[in-house]
């Protein structure tokens, strides 16, 4: 949620804010809301200032023991006139709260002005894009030939966008969640969380899912306020909610593999076959907690951090800096981390990793306490995928496959896997 102080203060950032995300910049109705706001907080603070004066004076008159009749029935008027003045003063607030709630993040200085994904920017590339001497087969299909995706079973239990992985691909996917999980527990010292797959409406609004994307999520039949998460972020990121955080136990950074559920409305026509998009996906997610002017860095921390697993599983990559418009609700920044798939001959995203700054722990209400100052203060928080496992996998079928449709395992994965192939039926 955006700082009051700028919707009091300086609309016009909010206003070029959404410009910048091709958004439409109508804030009559804010304006409007705070135009009352201010005229019932003003009227509300004369009328207390009244009733402070005429407090004294009846205070005065008792103990000159003269009649404080008239002042007192004057005090009386006043203190109902301040309930009045002060419920219209909270409803106004809430629906100013409601109203703030719609608006996303604002984006930082550096983040690169566009209007699409063709405007992003890329920061930089790793690995050398393969050349197959034969023609690449897609993932599907090196599925069917090693009988490891099964995507029709998938249709058959559920629907469209579910999948089965079965045997060995099965056994990969498996391998690589823990390859990952090790790595970042290991290497890059994050604590692991096993967190709930369902969550409540506080911890979608928190983070910022609600309540503009209400229809992205599923929600549980004959609950009001469970949904399934979409993401590891909700969950993980929700650990601070409501809570004030010692200065010594910051940074905080989580790890954690969790199963996401969205409904992909507004993704009609794109990535219709196969797992790049499904309703049901695994992430290993990665989130820290940080002081406000640690942010920056951490975000270049977190981001490397996803890319040491695609150098250590040799898959050919670039980093981009999304552009405004195509900036997450509730990113200041974010770096896409792209795959290479030969397929399609052409980079897809495996990872998302974005500074929040304070704009999610506002929503929280999530503190830490400035051991300097004994104050409480906002934390900034991130996250990022490290990585989305299914669209790993993805592209380890497709950057290692053989003529035949067999698959190489990456050296990396061996330990975990126990084969170096995985053969063709």
Not at 53 to 77: D, M, P, R, Y
Not at 253 to 263: G, I, L, Q
Not at 378 to 388: I, P, W, Y
Request: charged residues 30%.
């Amino acid at each position: 949620m955006l700082d009051p102080k700028i919707i009091r203060n300086d609309l016009h950032l909010v206003e070029d804010s959404l410009k910048k995300r091709s958004l439409k910049a109508n804030l009559s109705s804010l304006k409007k809301l705070e135009g009352v706001r201010k005229g019932l907080q003003s009227d509300t603070e004369k009328l207390q200032a009244s009733l402070n004066k005429i407090s004294k004076e009846i205070g005065n008159l008792k103990g000159a023991k003269k009649s404080s009749k008239e002042k007192e029935e004057e005090a009386s008027v006043i203190t109902k006139e301040i309930k009045k003045k002060s419920s219209k003063l909270d409803s106004t607030l809430e629906d100013l709260h409601n109203l703030v709630l719609e608006l996303p993040n604002i984006p930082d200085p550096d983040v690169p002005v566009g209007n699409s994904e063709d405007d992003n920017v890329e920061i930089r590339s790793w690995g050398k894009i393969p050349e197959f001497s034969f023609k690449p087969k897609n993932h599907i299909e090196i599925g069917q030939l090693t009988d490891g995706i099964d995507m029709e079973a998938g249709s058959r239990i559920t629907g469209s966008r579910f999948s089965v992985l079965k045997s060995d691909i099965a056994g990969l996917h498996r391998a690589l969640t823990q390859f990952m999980l090790d790595m970042h527990t290991k290497h890059h010292g994050y604590e692991e969380l096993y967190v709930p797959y369902i969550v409540n409406s506080d911890s979608l609004i928190g983070t910022g899912q609600l309540p503009k994307f209400g229809e992205e999520l599923f929600k549980l039949e004959g609950s009001d306020n469970y949904f399934l998460s979409p993401t590891g972020e909700v969950p993980i990121s929700n650990m601070l909610k409501d809570q004030v955080i010692d200065s010594k136990e910051l940074p905080i950074k989580w790890v954690s593999h969790t199963p996401c559920f969205r409904s992909e409305a507004g993704s009609y026509g794109k990535d219709t076959k196969g797992i790049m998009r499904l309703h049901q996906f695994e992430k290993v997610e990665l989130v820290q907690v940080v002081e406000g002017g640690d942010s920056e860095n951490a975000l270049e921390e977190l981001t490397k951090h996803a890319e040491a697993v695609m150098k250590a599983l040799e898959i050919p990559y670039r980093v981009v800096s999304l552009c405004t418009a195509d900036l997450g609700f509730s990113a200041a920044k974010t770096y896409d981390i792209e795959a290479w798939v030969p397929s399609q001959a052409k980079y897809r995203e495996i990872s998302s990793c974005s500074n929040f700054r304070d704009f999610q722990s506002r929503r929280m209400k999530a503190r830490w306490k400035n051991a300097e100052t004994n104050k409480n203060e906002l934390v900034h928080t991130l996250n990022g995928s490290g990585l989305a496992v299914g669209r790993t996998l993805l592209a380890i079928l497709e950057l290692n496959q053989l003529k035949d449709g067999s698959v190489k395992v990456p050296e990396a994965l061996r330990e975990y896997f126990n084969k170096k192939e995985i053969s063709a039926t």
